[in-house]
């Protein structure tokens, strides 16, 4: 999917000026990272607005991560790394660690609770993982997890004139999501994603295990706000 994600991705997929308005609305923040940062979509964003900030990208897929070097390389305040969350050790502790539809998010689907998504289909990956994320954020450090709506079946022409269509199905863990790309008749990409969900009290208790709590949804409604005691 690496070759096709920003092209889908800023045909109206995410928001990534609002994403970056809600992440900035919080007080001042020194370092930061991004877990699962992709193509680096949001820390350009972010390092356009500040770039004073120290920002730290890591991200499973070498292939996402060399385009969002290529994307960077004039951001000397931006490192990237290639990192498995599950086990993962920078050595270093971050004021705010986010995500953003990458290995964690939410889903909100009009007045139901939240529930969590997680890329990690295994719960003992998400156990570690989680562990790994709560080593790397400072005292009082926030965690943000980012909201999106509920994930349905569709298909829609994007900016390159391709035509995108995802499907859902669900299963006793989550949900597989099948995403594809065709230009014309000509499949030009397909991807098969298995998710796992928590309700959003099994995220709380997998979160407050590591002194992790949740604090509030942010006012731009792009992320829910934990903050590590
Ligand atoms: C939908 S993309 C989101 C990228 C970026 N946050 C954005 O908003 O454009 C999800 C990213 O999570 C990464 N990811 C999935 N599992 C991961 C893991 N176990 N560790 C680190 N990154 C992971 C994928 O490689 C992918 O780049």
Known sequence: ???????????GYYDY?????????????????????????????IAKREPSMRLKGIDLTQA???????????????????QNVVDFDLQEQFDVAYSYGGVWYFVIDGEQEPFMV?????????VKGLQQL???????????????GPHFDYEKTISNGMTYAQEIV????????????????????ALTVNYRTYSFQEAQEMLGVH?????????GGKFLRFQKS
């Open 17 to 45: 000026p609002g994403i970056v308005d809600s992440l900035l609305s919080h007080p001042p923040i020194q370092n930061v990272i991004e877990i699962g940062c992709g193509t680096g979509l949001i820390l350009e964003e």
């Open 134 to 148: 709560s080593k790397h954020l400072k005292h009082q450090g926030q965690l943000l997890l980012g909201i999106q």
């Open 64 to 82: 996402m991560l060399d385009i969002a070097a290529h994307r960077l390389h004039g951001y000397p305040n931006i490192e990237l790394s290639q």
């Open 211 to 219: 002194g992790i709590d949740y604090v509030s949804k942010d006012l």
């Open 170 to 189: 669900h299963t006793d863990i989550g949900f597989i999501k099948h995403y594809g790309l065709k230009d014309g008749h000509r499949e030009v990409m």
């Open 1 to 11: 999917m690496s070759a096709y994600y920003d092209v889908i991705m800023t045909s």
């Open 118 to 126: 997680s890329h990690l289909a295994d719960h003992d990956m998400n």
